[in-house]
């Protein structure tokens, strides 16, 4: 039994094989840059979740301080020692 490709048979096989080959390079090139994307997101991801975190304890600490400044003796205790205000006849003794 002959195997022989034909001239045409040949050629259609070789335009199939690079054909083929043209296919597997592009879908190598997309896999690898989406596998880059994939990366930088997780990083993104890391990075504003950590940011999230710090926002939230920021605002429990926020929080926290409108609910001491409602009432008005720490308020005023604390207008007194952060702004250096006073009561009538009192002294303010700056020590650093």
Not at 13 to 21: A, H, K, N, R
Not at 58 to 65: I, Q, R, S, Y
Not at 69 to 89: D, F, I, M
């Amino acid at each position: 039994m002959n195997k022989r490709l034909t001239r045409k048979e040949r050629r259609r096989v070789v335009l199939t094989s690079i054909f083929c080959f043209f296919i597997i390079g592009l879908s190598v090139i997309s896999s690898v840059s989406n596998i880059s994307k994939i990366e930088e997101k997780k990083l993104e991801k890391k990075e504003l979740t950590q940011k999230l975190e710090n926002l939230n304890e920021e605002e429990k600490t926020l929080t926290d301080d409108v609910e001491k400044l409602k009432n008005p003796e720490y308020a005023a205790r604390y207008a007194r020692e952060k702004y250096l205000y006073s009561k009538t006849g009192e002294k303010i003794l700056k020590i650093d």
